[in-house]
């Protein structure tokens, strides 16, 4: 039987009614809402295909692809008759349908799929009147499977040519009011329980083409309420052609989910009354999404519905599954409530989490930052306890330092020790300080590593991660020393130069600070001179740049010797030893190169060209424009001026390698950290208890400490850890779209010293500003990095995007053309790297990765400290310029470069 009626049909049916024609079988059998029809099964197409010899042609011309080869399909489907017997079939078929117009779609037996929708691929006719052209149409929808872009579509799915056959499902068409289509499940958020509805006026043809900008519902079906209605301006609608249109053929039609030639529908203006008035009301909008729980529940998986509404009743007249559903996002944080009255401040140690924290990390971290700062607070002002006052909270999962307002007055009292730390005399003791700080933090973290994980109970194993987060965090108190100190000896250089030293045609100041080593840059020449090396090995350069190696499998690829292989291990694991802590985001749910080196080998890749810029080079051409102009300005100053200069200077070029060896070395507890992680959640997963190892991260300590006792003590574990792993998640994904303030509670007497934060609380518009990082101006296009995971798609020449870039980004500093970031100021990493880098940088923008997508093409101007994004001139509205993060830096830094100008005017006036 070449006809089959829908009702004979199942859901299971697809090889014969294809997936469009299965699924509605389905539907009908299952007493939902479905014209009646009938379906032209896939034998009568391969027939068809046999009956004409079209074979061969088919597989070569599908191999082909192209509008070519489709018009030349096209043809030859046009030029074969159908064979009598089926022609009588269909017009049997369509007599006791009650004749009529009739809608005639596509069913491929490669659509419709849980894997795939192929929404789209194949054409659709409607209002088709008369047994002739619906026998025309149903010969068109076969030649429709061989557009160019249904093959370009199966091509890229892996479908072969030989796979795919295609019914056509002939259909009574519904005269529609309105059609549209329904997820039941919002496609925009992954939340299940919300379903979303879109809404035109006539035919369904306009939704699905995108024709005409639609009203939007979006229910809760759980709890049978409307959550939102966006009602739009409908300019246009399809509806059935006139009967004489009709039959003259000169309408307008559209493919199955797109445009195409043929049917018999038109364009009209829609009503003056209609276009902005809602096309559903909340009643008629709970009814159907009840209509589209019940088809969900129906087919066990959420599903792309598409419906109609006549004389108030509402039709279905396809449903497919959701194929491309994204995790789901809890909401987006409006308000940010205070857990208890203070000042609430993002600087510091949070420039290091810009995304929320997990319930773990912030639960170690609330104790061992306020712990950290209370030790370093009592080396300036002893017998007090100044963890009083102090905390760390999580507001909508954001870290931000809190303090009483006693706090902050007891911390006032410390100003004379801190500028006294700042000045000649006290820089010495602090660079001892962060020396022994460093040295005792890489005997702690050696100790915790040097345990073996698999020997230590699940507690033993938290108390450890408990130790090294305990231990970072009061290694960070010797960073905040470090940092405002550098900061102060840059400003202060700056402001000397700029004001005083500086003549006409003179370098920048910043020439003056470059071409120095720092960690950072080490670890770019460390790989760079790896790539020279695996250059010179047979084979082994050809292999590293092909992405199918594995370069973490012990098997040597193609073409590689065994003994090189082992070589290039051997090489890349010292590499990692030594560099492989750097962060991209302090919380340790996120991997370091050391554990995941992919964005590394990127890197490295990149390097291996032939034509990859040489760092030495690089660090030598600065170092010695840097000498150059040291020696001209200092030989033109002579006397004590040239001293006092060349002191100044030599503070600041001292200093800056300092602050990024400092910076870099946050990240050493990180690689042992997640070790003694994954050993632990490992432990959780072989218990069933969560589905990956590092999902640990989602527990509160608390959870943590009753989950390890269990696992000690030989007891059961929660049945819900996984919903409560996945809810914690979801509520992440949605605070991550949020801005978080920069201080809390937001006054006018803040925002007047807002400049002293690094990042914007967020900009709108064509021209994004922000810090001045380094100079230049690029126009290329955009690579938003939302965190390690995208660091590989980083390609060279594009500006790299990102929240902040911490020492770990530094690889794709070589690479890129420019870097933006939401965060950070003119003395942050990102600024002191593109300085070496001579690449343009603009820094603490607010909302550069909210408001740029990858592939825009940007211009980003780094003296200037903003950025055009495409579309638009719009014009930033003036604002005061942000320096960083430190009070006392900036305040410190302006009262001693004002000092010291005053000093050096007067030593320029005549005796």
């Known amino acids: 039987m070449s006809v089959r009626w829908l009702d004979e049909l199942t859901r299971y049916d697809v090889a014969i009614a294809g997936g469009k024609g299965a699924n509605l079988g389905e539907l009908t059998r299952a007493g939902f809402p479905v014209p009646d029809g009938f379906v032209v099964t896939t034998d009568a197409y391969t027939g068809f295909v046999a009956d004409h010899h079209l074979d061969a042609a088919l597989a070569e011309l599908g191999a082909t692809g192209g509008a070519d080869a489709s018009a030349r399909i096209a043809g030859l489907f046009a030029g074969g008759e159908l064979d009598p017997g089926l022609a009588d079939e269909i017009r049997a078929a369509y007599e006791r349908l009650g004749g009529g117009p009739v809608a005639v779609r596509s069913s491929a037996t490669a659509e419709d799929l849980a894997e795939a929708s192929f929404a789209g691929q194949q054409d659709t006719y409607l209002n088709v009147q008369g047994a002739d052209a619906v026998l025309a149409a149903v010969r068109d929808c076969w030649a429709s499977l061989w557009t160019a872009r249904a093959i370009a579509y199966r091509a890229e799915h892996g479908v072969p040519v030989d796979d795919v056959a295609l019914a056509v499902v002939v259909q009574r068409l519904v005269p529609a009011d309105a059609a549209g289509v329904m997820f039941t499940a919002n496609p925009a958020n992954g939340r299940a329980e919300e379903t979303v509805i879109t809404a035109a006026w006539g035919l369904g043809e306009a939704v699905v083409s995108g024709l005409v900008d639609t009203d939007t519902v979006v229910v809760d079906t759980a709890a049978g309420r409307v959550l939102s209605t966006v009602v739009a301006d409908k300019a246009l609608r399809i509806d059935p052609a006139p009967a004489d249109l009709s039959e003259s053929g000169g309408a307008i039609a559209f493919a199955d989910s797109d445009k195409s030639e043929g049917g018999r529908t038109q364009e009209t203006p829609t009503a003056p009354e209609q276009r902005r008035a809602a096309v559903l009301d909340e009643d008629e909008a709970l009814r159907l999404a009840a209509i589209g ?38 909401p987006v944080p409006v308000d940010w409530p205070l857990p208890e009255p203070g000042m609430y401040f993002r600087a510091s140690i949070t420039e290091q989490l810009p995304d929320p924290l997990t319930p773990l990390f912030a639960d170690m971290m609330a104790t061992a930052v306020p712990t950290g700062l209370d030790r370093l607070m009592s080396e300036l002002a002893p017998g007090e306890d100044h963890r009083e006052g102090i905390s760390f909270p999580v507001i909508n999962g954001y870290a931000f330092y ?6 902050l007055g007891r911390m006032a009292k410390t100003t004379p020790q801190v500028f006294s730390m700042m000045s000649a005399s006290g820089s010495a003791n602090l660079e001892d300080r962060w020396r022994r700080r460093l040295a005792e933090y890489s005997a702690e973290v050696s100790t915790e590593d040097a345990m073996p994980a698999e020997a230590l109970s699940a507690t033993e194993l938290l108390a450890a991660v408990g130790r090294l987060v305990d231990a970072m965090a009061y290694y960070y108190t010797a960073v905040q020393t470090i940092i405002p100190m550098a900061a102060m000896a840059e400003l202060t250089w700056n402001g000397v130069y700029d004001r005083l030293l500086r003549t006409a045609g003179a370098p920048p100041a910043e020439t003056f600070l470059l071409g120095f080593d720092s960690e950072p840059l080490r670890a770019d020449t460390s790989l760079y001179d790896l790539s020279r090396w695996a250059l010179t090995r047979p084979g082994l350069a050809a ?45 340790f749910v996120n991997p370091v190169p050391a554990d995941d080196p992919t964005p590394v080998v990127q890197a490295l890749r990149f390097d291996l060209a032939p034509d990859a810029p040489d760092p030495h080079q690089r660090q030598q051409r600065a170092a010695a424009a840097r000498e150059d102009a040291t020696a001209h300005l200092l030989g033109g100053l002579g006397g004590w001026r040239s001293d006092r200069a060349r002191t100044l200077l030599a503070k ?13 070395a946050m990240g050493l507890f990180a690689p042992t950290s997640r070790r003694l992680l994954r050993e632990f959640g490992g432990r959780l997963v072989s218990a069933g208890a969560v589905d990956e190892a590092m999902d640990v991260c989602w527990l509160t300590l608390v959870e943590a400490q009753g989950l390890a006792a269990a696992l000690d003590g030989g007891r059961g574990l929660p049945s819900d850890l996984r919903e409560r792993v996945e809810e914690r998640k979801a509520l992440a994904r949605g605070q991550r779209l949020a801005t978080p303030p920069q201080y809390l ?15 914007k609380d967020g900009q709108s518009g064509n021209l994004l500003s922000g810090n001045v990082g380094s100079g230049g101006v690029v126009t290329a296009r955009a690579r938003v990095l939302a965190g390690p995971q995208d660091l590989a798609s980083f390609q060279p020449g594009e500006v790299l995007v990102a929240s902040i870039t911490t020492p770990a980004y530094t690889p794709l500093f070589a690479m890129a053309a420019g870097v933006v970031t939401d965060i950070g100021g003119v003395l942050s990493h990102g600024s002191i790297v593109a300085r070496e880098y001579g690449i343009p940088a603009v820094l603490g923008t607010g909302s550069a990765t909210r408001l740029i997508h990858s592939g825009d093409e940007i211009t980003v101007d780094g ?40 000093v050096l005017r007067r030593a320029r006036r005549p005796s």
């Open 293 to 330: 729980a019940s088809i969900e529940a129906h087919f066990g998986a959420p599903q792309d519905i598409e419906w109609v509404l006549a004389g108030g009743a509402f039709s279905v007249v396809q449903s497919r599954p959701v194929t491309a559903l994204p995790d789901r996002v809890g």
């Open 402 to 407: 809190r303090y009483s307002y006693r706090a």
């Open 543 to 587: 292999a590293l740049a092909d992405p199918a190696t594995d370069v973490a499998s012990a098997q040597a690829p193609s073409g590689v010797a065994d003994e090189v292989w082992q070589d290039w291990h051997s090489r890349f694991a010292d590499h990692l030893a030594r560099h492989g802590h750097t962060l991209y985001n302090l919380d």
């Open 652 to 664: 600041a070029q001292h200093t800056g390698p300092l602050r990024e060896d400092a910076l870099a």
């Open 745 to 759: 509670p937001q006054s006018r007497a803040m925002d007047s010293v807002g400049w002293m934060f690094p990042g």
């Open 863 to 902: 003296g200037t400290g903003t950025v055009r994004l495409p579309g638009g001139v719009d014009e930033p509205e003036p604002e005061e310029s942000k320096v960083g993060t430190w009070v006392l830096v900036a305040a410190g830094a302006a009262a001693l470069a004002a000092v010291v100008t005053l």
